[in-house]
């Protein structure tokens, strides 16, 4: 009796240990292999439209009053979205804050800039950047924890301590409900929960252009489904959410790059054949390969890492 209440006891733990504290063992590797900014990959070229603002940022207007403001000499290629109305412009994350990137949206445009992170990990929120306004997506679990109207981040949203950056508190300026249209002035868009690769994941929908900003939830290259606050479920339900109410938007540009030139575009056909796979998987049809993250093909864009399908949070 005594061997079998240990063995179920060691089960447990092995179980605790794998599903509860996963994304804590994740953290610790990734900070210990970390503590510092890499040093800047080469440049390459570019789009012949493409304008290089200094050495390390370029600069690509992708639609009327859209820009892509590419970080191409980060190892994580970052893309990041100044969106300009005739009294307010919006900028769509902000890279990791190896360099400031106000002199550049300075350099666009000389309105009033608000600040909206597409999630909070540290590649996206400008770290040490003292942005005049700050937004953020109005989720209840975020305003239940705030003091006010400031935020403390937490280590398992932010990551910062990976390459060396501190955890921050914001000020939050303005808080924006998903899908409440934002008045730029001539022109709107609309904040979209697109959660699946974090909890507080939100796309932009530009309207005038008939586009979705996707953060890091659609890019080209792996979409890290395994890291904290990320789900399987979410991302299915966040694809069928997209391709059912935005279906007649055909054009995505994601957070980073995975091959040069220009800014990273995919299509509607990109987000169906991620649904299909992430059903696939569902229905265990598709394993992965690789021990840990799994890695599930999508197409010759997109991969999937993921947990292994006996650890998956399907509803």
């Known amino acids: 009796m005594k061997k079998i209440v240990l063995v179920s006891v060691g089960i447990g733990l092995l179980v605790w240990l794998t599903v509860d504290q996963r994304h804590y063992l994740f953290y610790q590797a990734a900070r210990l292999s970390g503590g510092s900014p890499p040093a800047l990959i080469d440049a390459v070229d570019e789009l012949p439209s493409t304008v290089w ?44 804050g190896v360099r ?11 309105l009033p800039v608000i600040f909206l992170p597409s999630h909070f990990h540290y590649d996206h929120v400008g770290n040490g950047t003292n942005f005049a306004q700050r937004a953020v997506v109005d989720l ?8 006010g109207d400031e935020l403390a981040f937490t280590k398992m949203e932010h990551l910062g301590p990976i390459e060396g950056f501190p955890i921050p508190t ?12 934002i008045d730029l002035g001539g022109r709107s868009v609309a904040v979209i929960h697109t959660p699946g690769h974090s909890k507080e994941s939100i796309s932009l929908f530009d309207e005038s252009n008939n586009v979705i ?6 890019y080209e290259g792996m979409l890290y489904v395994f890291v904290p606050g990320s789900s399987v479920q979410d991302y299915l339900t966040t694809t069928q959410t997209l ?19 220009g800014p990273p575009r995919l299509a509607r056909q990109d987000v169906a054949e991620l649904e299909q796979t992430l059903l696939n998987i569902k ?3 598709l394993t992965g390969s690789g021990l840990y993250p799994k890695t599930y093909y999508v197409n010759q864009n997109i991969s999937i890492l993921a947990d292994p399908n006996f650890l998956h949070d399907w509803k």
């Open 140 to 147: 209840p679990y975020l305003r239940a924890r705030a003091d």
């Open 243 to 261: 391709l059912q109410k935005y279906a007649t938007t055909d054009v995505y540009y994601g957070a980073h790059r995975l091959t040069p030139p």
């Open 170 to 181: 914001w000020t939050v300026d303005h808080w924006w409900a998903p899908d409440q249209p």
């Open 53 to 96: 603002f200094d050495d390390y940022y370029t600069v690509d207007e992708i639609g009327t009053g859209t820009f892509a403001i590419g970080e191409t000499r980060y190892w994580q290629q970052n893309f990041n979205y100044l969106v300009v109305g005739e009294h307010t412009a919006l900028l769509f994350d902000a890279g990791p």
């Open 100 to 110: 400031d990137i106000r002199p550049v949206v300075e350099s666009i445009t000389d």
């Open 283 to 285: 229905a265990g049809e």
């Open 213 to 218: 900003l996707s953060g890091d939830f659609l």
